[in-house]
Nanobody
Framework: QVQLVESGGGLVQAGGSLRLSCAAS????????MGWFRQAPGKEREFVAA????????TYADSVKGRFTMSRDNAKNTVYLQMNSLKPEDTAAYYCAAGVVPGTGDAMAYDYWGQGTQVTVSS
């Protein structure tokens, strides 16, 4: 059983930056592929980014490509989402997830989910 805890969310002005963290514990969390998803009020959960267990491979949603960077530190069992040039439309609750299928944007492929951290971008 893997537990995931997100942190780093908050309120930021448009154009600003935030770095989200997701600390994993339990099981062999460093062997899982990881993903970030987000959900805005009244909208479905959408894929943001994913990273392979080694950290060598990443994939991003078109809406964040070039602005967000996902990385991981397996020694610390932590994944990160560096978010730059934030826009009001990035406002959402952000969730990290762990699964065995690398590089997928399909939420159904992930087995474990955190509770989420809120990101609010003001215009």
């Amino acid at each position: 059983q893997v537990q995931l805890v997100e942190s780093g969310g908050g309120l930021v002005q448009a154009g600003g930056s935030l770095r989200l963290s997701c600390a994993a514990s339990g099981g062999t969390s460093s062997r899982y592929a990881m993903g970030w998803f987000r959900q805005a009020p009244g909208k479905e959960r959408e894929f943001v980014a994913a990273i392979s267990w080694s950290g060598r491979f990443t994939t991003y949603a078109d809406s964040v490509k070039g602005r967000f960077t996902m990385s991981r530190d397996n020694a610390k069992n932590t994944v990160y989402l560096q978010m730059n040039s934030l826009k009001p439309e990035d406002t959402a609750a952000y969730y990290c997830a762990a699964g065995v299928v690398p590089g997928t944007g399909d939420a159904m492929a992930y087995d474990y989910w955190g509770q989420g951290t809120q990101v609010t971008v003001s215009s």
